[in-house]
């Protein structure tokens, strides 16, 4: 996995590689591994899984035919205006 630093901005490029993560399911991944995973509890997991994205692919295979709505993302919350620093006239 790669990501590139433009303009010496670490913190974008640090951004990116977390969200590049979280497609990839890396976290999720390493999560998992920090404790012991029974062979049972696996098979369990992987079947709720599988049944989830069956679930999902329905869901979008009816929206595409017309016989549900589609459903509406909730409205991104709007961001607080940063409050500006007032600048005090300096006696000279």
């Known amino acids: 996995m790669q990501v590139l630093v433009r303009d010496n901005n670490v913190d974008q490029a640090l951004r990116a590689l977390k969200r590049k993560m979280q497609r990839e399911g ?3 991944e ?3 591994r ?3 995973e029974k062979p049972s509890e696996k098979r369990c997991r992987e079947a709720q899984e599988a049944v989830r994205r069956a ?3 329905a869901r979008k295979t009816a929206e595409r035919e017309g ?3 589609p459903r509406k993302r909730p409205e991104p919350k709007a ?3 940063v409050p500006s620093v007032p600048t005090s006239p300096v006696a000279a």
Do not use: D, S
Request: proline share 6%; net charge positive; glycine share 0%.
């Open 26 to 28: 890396v976290l999720r």
């Open 30 to 32: 390493l999560k998992q």
């Open 34 to 36: 920090r404790h012991y």
């Open 55 to 57: 679930r999902k692919a």
């Open 67 to 69: 016989l549900i709505a």
């Open 79 to 81: 961001r607080r205006p």
